[in-house]
């Protein structure tokens, strides 16, 4: 079967009866889910999979796909209203979408949000439908060393998310690394700073971190200044209504991270988190006015909402096509293929057509369904900055209780939340900024277990990181974003001395 006719069966299953249906309650399901901190798409997968035994495959794997990509999309609700990531892939959202809304512009950046998401995910699927076969034999290329350099490349920009002083953020980001080097190592068997504790034997799970460094740390600051009148403008909603500038500020970033964020989800292990990040990063980095970010820029709004929405599609590629999961969700989605008796991979396109087209004719309906879903119920969902603070507050750590206890069942975790909420708020007191501690956290164990892989693969030798011309080229990348701030910052310090 050929790629067009491929395509024509993929959306007579989508526009089926059958299959608007599934995909309607999947994305249905995956937006409220994604809407409550902590409660990721991974959960509500991994729930499904007994629920969808026995069913046609076709239509049981468009509604969980339908589940994945719907939470990234309404992951973003209360990264912007609460400051509390709805998943880990909304964090850098929350960068700017959470100034926007105590600027009384809550209407705006949802809006802005959800038509970013729109565009992301729908460029996707057409990247999807289009090179799905191709990039897989890209994403195998990328051995042990070429992810050193990339994690690499992102670490470099951990200047760009500093809040004044650089460093600060680099002895955030030192943090960040330790923190992530927390229990059994992966390698070698051995215990790492568990103290005797077996409850850190598995390490500290992300939202853990997330929900406390943000949610936490936003609850105690609000308490403190619960006298303050300057938040007074959070309670409202705005207008909802994007002008020409709005819409040329998010063109820009929404054309470069549409493909810069799928790229991302093909390569496995990757996901919608390191593709957001990335996304904000590089458009501070290419920003004429930098110093907007984090104060409630529509750039900085756009590019990471962008690049995890378009993350979800890139993640379907290595999934569908060489059978490999690309991040946390396509692995139980993996899991989900073999319990209704499919088996993923290079054979899946030829001997289960109806599957892998339905699959990815099913994201395109499903992202046009987002779009009306959300944006008419924005001035609903945005009612919750109506509530009165105290019963705010009571709601974003019940929230963020409830998402971390669900993670693990594990009263443990709930005491590193407290402990994550006094050091976000500590790092707030003492300007210190939490994203490079988050960054360093997400890239550090990839980073060293890429590391250590390369170096047995070559007995211990360096040269493997420059052997290979994709490893070479990402540390040439590395250097070079690493080494021009410097000198550009150089520059400006000897100019205003003359």
Sequence with gaps: MGSI????????????????????????????????????????????????????????LVMMAG????????????SILLNAPGISGTVATAFDGYPMAQQGKAGKALAIAAISSFTGGTVSVILLMLLAPALAS??????????FALMLMGLTAISSLSEGSTIKALLSAVVGFMVVTIGIDGQTGTQR??????NLL????????????????EVCTLILNRKDDSVSNSHKLGSLRLGKSDFKEMKGPMARQSI??????????????????????TEKRIAKKPEEFGKGSIKGLAGPETANNAATGGAFVPL???????????AVMLGAFMVLGIQPGPLLMTDRPEVFWGIIASMYIGNVFLLILNL???????????????????????????GVYAISFNTFDLYMLLLFGVIGFLMRLFAFPAPPFILAFILGGMMEQAFRQSLTISNGSLMIFIEKPISLSLLIVSVLSFVIPIVQQWRRQKKVNE
């Design 260 to 281: 810069l964020g799928f790229l991302l989800g093909v390569l496995p292990g990757a996901g919608a988190t390191i593709a957001s990040f990335i996304g904000y990063i």
């Design 376 to 402: 008419p119920l924005i001035p609903y969902i945005a009612r919750i900055l109506r509530i009165p603070r105290p019963l705010l507050i009571s709601l974003v750590i019940m929230f963020s209780i409830i």
């Design 320 to 330: 569908l096509s060489l059978g490999i999961p690309g991040s946390g969700t396509t």
């Design 138 to 147: 890209v994403a195998v290329a990328f051995g042990p060393p070429a992810y």
């Design 67 to 78: 589940v994945y990509y719907g939470a990234v999309f309404g992951g973003s609700t209360s």
């Design 193 to 198: 700073f568990t103290f005797g504790n077996v």
């Design 5 to 60: 006719e491929g395509i024509l069966t993929g959306f007579e299953i989508a526009l089926s009866v059958e299959g608007i249906l599934f995909v309607l309650i999947g994305v249905f399901v995956g937006t409220f889910i994604g809407m409550l901190p902590g409660l990721g798409p991974i959960s509500a997968i991994a729930v499904m999979i007994p629920i969808t035994y026995g069913m046609d495959p076709a239509p049981a």
């Design 202 to 217: 598995e390490g500290l799970d992300f939202l853990v971190i997330a929900l406390g460094l943000f949610a936490l740390a």
